[in-house]
């Protein structure tokens, strides 16, 4: 009688996973190919994606009306009209249309008063310069990180990823997987059995199933009960894909025949496992690639399948397995609703101090990276005037909930350095991840007080000590806080390439267009104190009160001509191919509570900070001086 | 200056949405289309589907070992071994091998004694007839329901409908839905754009997410701003395809255009949505079919794209959006599992009593139709020795809560006019279920008393007043509980065709070989009763503990010549080609307690039994007499 097969494990299925992902380690590894962008749906980025463009690419009406020149409208009233004449003082603009100069702001078609003549309208209120104006790069800002690596690319993303002028993407390889049948007795479906034969249907099954989980299939012809034929069909097989399955049929000694042609052909790591129906898995490397030998019974098949053949496919698609879903969060921020509508905020998600947080993003329907961005969408119901900050909503999210928690939530002064870092986070510590919102150094402040950021950013200037960050720490908090040292940056005045209107120092500003940052901002404090200490105040600036919420959008205006000048950091200016006037260097650090110090996301968070690729990374960008990153200095320590 | 277009509405979203279905609920319908079984991953079943063949084909070993007849092993013990010779008295056999006349059993390898002789073996215990042998149609019955209508399509589906002989199906087609972007200002991605351009990105995004809905999208190219160009273009994407959406892109006027075209093209239902963002929303119908204008903005475009296109294609896909997920439920029976293994078994899924019920399925790794019949599964892990009837578990569901929640729990006797209920109940009564486990009559009672289902099929003789069912269920409950009768089927004797063995009557039996129905089965009771009227006693029955548990096992055994004879349902007969000798007619009613008549789906389940179509269906079947169907007595009503 032949010699039967005895199994020679029982190992759990768990521990027999790992012993085979550990076997695999040295030789299966994640690899990429380039794609067209509109083939990306549901493919894996492999590194950060930067937009090419800006979006909007120029200023642009974001209304139905006319283009203004906003100072002309200064006196109009109920009681005084002022009256718009098309193509004298004004022109006829459609939504999107461009807003060239020497327009600057757009009237609402509604807000137009009709006279007799069609080319005549009166205009009964002043118009604010750059009011419904969207600028150029408010959605999308050339140079701006789209998609971090490790993106699953979803129908949103490839709109904005095109509309950033990018056309093509590198995303993680899907892996090969072939399938062979083997059976004497197993027969195609199509022709009716006889007695003794088997429709063969598993590999179909398979071939579904590596579908459903991003593989390509590859089903081979059943291979008889042949010794040397199996060897050379797998021998074959392994050399043209990734990975291999064997699948025995119900078949007589065929799986005795796949464990001795693996041990021939390889290395057998595991051949047993106790998991029932399922326990006779093989589980081998061939030539470094895994094959895997699956039970006939078509249950068993199916089990074994779902144990072991999906985490090898994990290993060459580099995924973490977590579904998306809904959760409840505590809303960081009131929301006003109007009763009007069912409205639908983006979110951004996050867990401090134990608490899920949705902190609400940009609300303008134009902003396609506020998708991109988002956690999540937060629905209020058309019944419902809005919600107060700290009430708990129901949030549907794009993203897992473990990543989610996983997330250092930063929340303040803005700069480049952020998307580098929320790039390098998951790459040197997998399954850590990193958010950023940019409100300015005093509202990361305050939300980091308010508990709703694990890290603020920020870069405030005590202007009697000029010393950064330390005293407005002290005075906002009246409990231990950390400062940690981040870079010091040169900031500067952006201005156009070659400096057409040779700006030299602040005291060249008025008479010019400034575009200046918002309340709050860093930049903005130390504008401030430039301006008071060249004995200037801020109604000789024009465009004061234009304010711009990044340094991106303010290199972005000066770059389409909306501004003269504005003050921002010099990888900005780099970034749009400006020129740059150093004013000095600044410290932008970041303050955190010492609890915070607990979580494994901000370890990895710190780590980063100060690993040797980040500052790498910076010095590519240039103007940033890293020396001391990563110092922590305790605030009312002894309290 | 030109006419600019007002938004006419600012309907809630729900209610736009279901204006706009009801407008197109004349013209736009479902339809199907034939596919190969090896394309229908995630495809949804046109109707119910049945086995052409069955699983297994033969009688089949489910070991390795040798195949005997038992009657040969009887006095085989530790004391006195028998001795088997290969070609003699045995015949090796594998896994799958058909079992023939004259063997009826499968002696395990590990279970033979070996001698210095190859060909001989000794036993030292007797083998039970039919033990490991899988009989034919185990695991598929041949003219079994596989799939009932409206099934989504698993990768486990694809495997057990070509194992069971089916090559195409009919499926629900998907709809074609043409991506019309417009504007004068856009230009397609890849050029670089110059100020006063947009690069078109929409119109990329609606593709893949009509992909990800599983439509299938057409992308046509820009249309500039030319009222004749898109009224022409709208006409001929509505004559070529299934709907179509129009994108304003965030072009000048273009809107306008849009909704101007549509109304000389057609209707428009909707024009304006209380939705933010995502107002200007336009629901159109052309010649029948949708056309919805959606808004440029990409944020606005993707909410309207969730909120009304979603539900339109639902129209096309007959679907209802639930996902599946995990769910706590409590076991029905005690579950005995191994240390040595982690087990997935196999569970049937309903609500009853306000309670979610898991009852366990068939626990063989050959079962494919386990894995098809099965809600979820329930895993225990490998450190448990089991789990009590009435303990909480987690299932790890494979259809969604909201499906089973609405299904109808049917236990107790099988009859094929089940799967007539099942199929029917989504058709006549959508969104409501039928499913069934099959366990006999007075397992099926048991099952209603517990808690566990909500029907129990029944056709249990009186043998002292020869009534049926009404003296079981008096005996059985102690509190009110209604009796729905059903159909009046006949039952006899399923031989193999053209009666080879001339039998004519019960008396006939003795010599020949019988298979038997399972104890508690309405079936095995009215043999008992046969039995003793005939004055024969089970010891002169060869076969009478060989039990089979379905009327389609029992002619599938009969068909395979494992049996000369057995007893069963005209219907079984005919679905086998078998021949069949009425003995009388039984009368198979069903059990359920009267605060059910409260539940939905146990009105739809009343109203499917006394439909035509379903009365239509048992005449194709034959053998049913269904004067009567749906009358109730309630019993215990006095109490």
Redesign the interface.
Known sequence: ?EK?NLYLN?I??EEAVEIYRKALKESVDVSYERIP??EA?NRVTRSAVYAK?C????N?AAM?GVAVRADITNHASEREAVELVIGENCR?I?????V?PPYNAVIM?ED?V?TTD?DRFRILASAAPWQHVRPIGEDIVAGEMILPGGHRI???D??????G?I?QVEVIRRPQVAVIPT?S?IIE??RE?R????????S??????V??QEGLPHRLPPVPDDYGLLRQTVLKAVREHDMVLVNA?????TEDYTVHVLRELGQVIVHGV??????PVILAVVEGKPVIGL??????A??GFQNFVIPVMDLYLDRDRQPA?CAEAVLSRRLI??L?????V?VKMGKVDEKLIAAPLA??????M??VRADGFCIIG?NREGVEAGETVEVELFRSLSEIEHTVMVIGSHDLLLDVLADLMPSLHPHMFLSSTHVGSMGGLMALRRGEAHVAPVHLLDQKTGIYNISYLEELFHEPVLLVKGVKRIQGLIVKKGNPRNIKEIRDLPGLRYVNRQRGAGTRILFDYLLSENGLVPEEIEGYTYEASTHMAVAALVSSDGADAGMGIQSAAKAMDLDFLPIGAEEYDFALYPKSLELPHIQAFLDVLQSREFRMKLEELGGYDTSGIGEQILIHGLC
Request: charged residues 20%; aromatic residues 8%.
């Open positions: 009688m039967r029982n759990p299925a962008v509109t749906l463009y979006s909007p690419l120029y642009s139905d006829l459609d939504t999107g249309d461009p060239r078609a137009l009709e069609p979803r129908p949103v490839i709109g904005v990823l095109l509309a002028g056309l059976g007795e479906p199509g059995p007695e003794g034969e088997i429709i063969e249907s598993n179909r099954m398979f071939e579904n199933l579908t459903e049929g119900s078949s007589a000694g106790a998991v029932k129906p399922g326990k039970p006939g019974y078509p249950v068993s199916f089990i879903g609703s109007s009007k509508y069912k409205e639908y983006r609300r303008g329907a134009g902003a396609a506020s998708l058309q």
